[in-house]
């Protein structure tokens, strides 16, 4: 599945391209509302067609400079798993 991006913010980047900032969610284009469920008009969430939903991963993604927070929902929608957490245990128990 592929999905286009919605975000709460923009900001354009020195080459000129508009690029999201924010809370960002995933969008399927066509659609009136996020993998998550939210409305895009009542959450007044912006449409970046032409970015995708890697590129805004904060790991890895082209697009994700001002990325402050990635959906948890709509990353499970799009196929992160439970059991990929962004942290490691320090103490680990015996």
């Given at each position: 599945m592929r999905a286009a991006v919605?975000?709460?913010g923009t900001w354009t980047d020195p080459d000129g391209?508009?690029?999201p900032s924010g809370e960002v969610h995933a969008w399927l284009s066509g659609t009136n509302q996020t993998l998550c469920g939210l409305s895009l008009h009542r959450s007044q969430l912006l449409r970046f067609?032409?970015?995708e939903w890697l590129d805004v991963q904060p790991a890895t993604g082209r697009d994700a400079d001002r990325v402050a927070?990635?959906?948890?929902?709509c990353a499970a929608g799009m196929g992160r798993r439970r059991d990929e957490r962004p942290w490691t245990r320090a103490n680990p128990r015996p």
């Open positions: 919605a975000a709460t391209i508009r690029s067609p032409h970015i927070a990635v959906c948890p929902r």
